[in-house]
């Protein structure tokens, strides 16, 4: 069941909520909360109500139990940088933001593992960690920003974790606020050992883009840092060389930390704004990185190098110093932030594809930009066959709007017609629940429909989210304009 429409907030909600929390901690006001009024997808846009930001579970608790009482639909937030508009308060409603519940509460050492609140920023975790050879792996190139919660929400990736594994395999435990207000620990509680009591829900809840509750704490797994690191950047003519270097890596057995790929569109964007030496002309880059104990990664960097070359590699150069293979990790990391250069606005998609068929999938987004006259520069996890084309369109043109979401559609359409998915790591959201009918059988859905029942029986959380026939932002032109 999805809650009726909240058309706006009453007094007596407002002066309940003042009466436990701080007044800088409401905002109601137009323009405060036109901070708010999408994610990372900006292509639609609606604000909420009101946004809170609470300090304590306690205060998640009590706004939670408000809600419920007045029967409000309320949405999870992090950061905001979800990229695929799982933040949209399609009918309005409350924002819990929990940015400033973002506390590192305990790092144990001996045992691997730190306590964090869930508005804790994913970087800071191995900034606390790193003085005693810990890291926490998941790393998605938002993480200057992004936060645990919002990674647990949409179980995100990021560039290492094609060796090392998602969110999912490095959160313990985590306390959620359910929609009625009830605290529950998900999975191993702090202070026992990893062992979980009763069924395991910690996965079920990992990647439920906010639609089970409000997660508060989280308990994260840290492994020891690797000993060494060889860091490679390929040069290649064309992206269909570079994508068969990548599979030939892959079937020679060698798990590389990372593998990621940039076209010569972003190249010349991220060169621009961060100077690293790219060259311009290339067709393809790769960033091959290998790591692990220091003997052996020499032998294994050869591999990589005779790979590329097999692959007509014009040049293949490794990091010299631990600064340049941060500066190129900068680079790789912050290359979103350079398509400003190119274009007012991007849409990114997040298909996956089986990794041997990244040139086929890689034509087919080139000749999308042609037929839908956009250009479409892609940064991608190569290593896992997850692409990120971003569909560049300015939103003062409400033509090239349409265009972008259908050259958007057409590529996700691709991808499931080669094999693959709609979604490596960025989540559902509004953008995409068409496709989960073409993915899921009605059967699947039914299945998801029902756990996400058990978590919030009235479908308050989070609700417009992800399964096909929501309801849409009334106002929203470009898609039907897409799909007529
Ligand atoms: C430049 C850029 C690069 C990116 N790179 C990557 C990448 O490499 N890998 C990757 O996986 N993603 C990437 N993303 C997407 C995004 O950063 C991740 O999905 C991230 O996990 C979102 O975290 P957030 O704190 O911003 O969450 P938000 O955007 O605030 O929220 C995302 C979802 O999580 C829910 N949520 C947030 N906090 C909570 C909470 N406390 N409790 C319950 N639900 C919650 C929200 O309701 C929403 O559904 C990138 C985004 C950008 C803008």
Not at 71 to 76: A, K, T
Not at 255 to 260: H, R, T
Not at 365 to 370: P, V, Y
Request: with cysteine; net charge negative.
């Amino acid at each position: 069941m999805i809650a009726t429409p909240q058309a706006a907030l009453t007094p007596e909600f407002i002066a309940a909520l003042r009466e436990f929390l701080p007044a800088d901690a409401i905002l109601s006001h137009p323009d405060e909360l036109l901070v708010y009024e999408c994610d990372a997808y900006t292509i639609e846009k609606r604000s909420p109500d009101l946004v809170v930001l609470p300090s304590t579970t306690a205060e998640v608790v009590s706004v939670v139990e408000l809600c419920a009482r007045h029967q409000v639909p309320f949405i999870p937030r992090g950061a905001g940088t979800n990229l695929s508009g799982a933040l949209l308060p399609v009918e309005g409603g409350v924002i819990i933001a929990v940015t400033r519940m973002n506390r590192i509460l305990n790092v144990d050492f001996a045992n691997r593992r730190a306590l964090v609140e869930a508005g804790c920023v994913n970087a800071w975790v191995t900034t606390a960690a790193k003085s005693r050879g810990l890291f926490y792996a998941p790393d998605p190139s938002s993480q200057t920003a992004c936060t645990i919660g919002g990674n647990i929400a949409t179980n995100s990736g990021g560039p290492h974790t094609l060796k090392y594994g998602v969110t999912t395999n490095h959160i313990l435990g985590f306390e959620m606020v359910l929609p009625d207000g009830e605290v529950v620990w998900l999975g191993t509680k702090p202070d026992q050992g990893e062992d979980v009591e009763g069924y395991d829900l910690r996965g079920a809840a990992v990647g439920s883009e906010g639609m089970f509750g409000v997660v508060t704490r989280a308990l994260v797994r840290l492994i020891r840092a690797p000993e060494s690191f060889k860091t490679m950047l390929g040069v290649f003519e064309s992206v269909d060389d570079a994508s068969q270097a990548v599979s030939e890596i892959i079937a020679a057995g060698i798990i590389p930390g990372a593998l990621e790929m940039m076209d010569q569109l972003i190249t010349q964007a991220v060169e621009a704004a961060y100077h690293f030496g790219f060259p311009l002309d290339a067709g393809a880059l790769l960033i091959v990185e290998l790591d692990g104990a220091a003997a052996g990664l020499d032998r294994q960097a050869d591999r990589v190098i005779a790979i590329c070359r097999k692959n007509l590699a014009r040049d293949v150069r490794l990091a010299r110093s631990d600064e340049e293979r941060a500066l190129l990790w900068k680079c790789r990391k912050r290359a979103f932030g350079a398509i400003g250069r190119l274009s007012p606005n991007y849409l990114t998609q997040d298909g996956v594809v089986p990794r041997s068929k990244l040139p086929e999938i890689m034509r087919f987004i080139k000749a999308t930009s042609e037929r839908f006259q956009l250009r479409i520069p892609n940064v991608f996890h190569a290593g896992d066959g997850n692409i990120h084309p971003l569909v560049l369109y300015d939103e003062r043109d409400p033509d090239q709007v349409r265009r972008a979401v259908a050259a958007g559609e057409a590529i996700l359409e691709k991808c499931v017609e080669m094999g693959g998915s709609v979604t490596g790591e960025h989540g559902i959201g509004v953008e995409k629940m068409d496709f989960m009918a073409r993915q899921f059988s009605s059967a699947d859905l039914e299945a998801m429909r029902m756990l996400r029942r058990v978590f919030d029986p009235q479908g308050r959380c989070n609700p417009h989210k992800m399964f096909p026939g929501s309801k849409r932002c009334g106002d929203f032109a470009p898609r039907k304009q897409a799909s007529a």
